[in-house]
């Protein structure tokens, strides 16, 4: 419920920050965060096919209790929890070295639709909380509703997803150079995918306008 969900919230934190083992840190993929053995660098799927981001980070699996406290946030009108899950994400190992490094942090734009429907963005709210006057929320559109990822596979979403997000065109050239990072909240597989077309977006958004400019 609403109040057991807060308290395990602040709990796990406080247990988390005193280094006690509880829910303990996984070895993840430095590219798509899916759980690794110790010491492998990347799994293997993105050995194969590596994906065209630096780095990804996952706060914690998408499972009990997690999904049910991220559910809250996204569909029950409680835009409160972006706070503590704030905090939750800024415990992640590397998470505060990516904030203070990047330029800019984009978060994932949600379809009009769903946005009228919710009355606010999850992810821009969570970015807010993150990193407050670096958050550009300006800088990327979504064009359309894309299908429900979750009984998608990899190569699906990502299919799905194409055509789904744009550069602002005005300012897309302002990405040049940047260190840009993504903030999304959902399931890993479906959050990594959405990164992998962003960043194929933001390639593309760039190429576009220094052929404006150029040409």
């Known amino acids: 419920g609403f109040f057991s969900g807060r308290f395990f919230l602040a709990f796990f934190l406080k247990r988390r920050a005193a280094g006690l083992r509880f829910a303990p840190r996984l070895a993840r993929c430095a590219t798509c965060a899916c759980v690794v053995h110790g010491g492998v660098a990347q799994c293997g799927q993105c050995l194969l096919h590596p994906p065209p981001l630096d780095a990804c980070l996952a706060a914690v699996d998408y499972g009990y209790p997690w999904s049910q406290l991220l559910a809250q946030f996204k569909f029950q009108d409680d835009p409160g929890w972006a706070t503590a899950l704030a905090a939750l994400m800024r415990q992640t190992p590397g998470a505060q070295e990516l904030l203070e490094q990047a330029d800019w942090v984009l978060p994932v ?24 006057a670096h958050v550009r929320p300006d800088l ?61 977006c933001r390639k593309q958004g760039e190429d576009h306008a220094e052929c404006q400019k150029t040409g």
Request: with cysteine; charged share 30%.
């Open 109 to 132: 734009p949600l379809a009009p639709g769903r946005l009228r429907h919710r009355g606010y963005n999850q992810a821009l709210l969570l970015a807010r909380r993150l990193a407050g």
């Open 140 to 200: 990327l559109l979504r064009t359309r509703e894309a299908e429900a990822q979750a009984q998608l596979t990899r190569a699906q979403r990502l299919r799905n997803l194409r055509g789904a997000f744009v550069l602002e065109p005005l300012r897309a050239q302002q990405l040049a150079g940047r260190r840009v990072l993504r903030g999304g909240l959902d399931g890993r597989r479906r959050v990594f995918c959405v990164f992998c077309r962003l960043r194929r």
